[in-house]
């Protein structure tokens, strides 16, 4: 129902996109968000987009990232530039609200000192 892609290894201030595509039951009717979960940390929100558009961030990665959505695709992305080496994680996307979807195994976002 989602799969997570375009992680991979980079250095401190370079950039990836990650791309998310979702199942129409789950897209087109929610808000869909990025989370990520470092290492001994709990999963976090770090970026969310209406059908509409309209978004919103965590304060971590403000400035820095950016989520859009292709509602014909059923794809939710993001942009993230300047990336920093504590944004390194396991991203994934899902709707914000529970019932969650299922996870998947996310894409893995290392970023190098």
């Known amino acids: 129902q989602l799969q997570a892609s375009g992680g991979g290894l980079v250095q401190a201030g370079g950039s990836l996109r990650l791309s998310c595509a979702a199942s129409?039951?789950?897209?087109?009717?929610?808000?869909m968000g990025w989370f990520r979960q470092a290492p001994g940390k709990q999963r976090e929100l770090v970026a969310s987009?209406?059908?509409?558009?309209?978004?919103n961030y965590a304060n971590s990665v403000k400035g820095r990232f950016t989520i859009s959505r292709d509602n014909a695709k059923n794809t939710v992305y993001l942009q993230m530039n300047s990336l920093k080496p504590e944004d390194t994680a396991v991203y994934y996307c899902?709707?914000?609200?529970?019932?969650?979807?299922?996870w998947g195994q996310g894409t893995q976002v290392t970023v190098s000192s």
């Open positions: 899902n709707k914000i609200t529970t019932p969650y979807g299922y």
């Open positions: 129409g039951s789950i897209f087109n009717i929610n808000v």
């Open positions: 987009i209406t059908i509409g558009g309209t978004t």
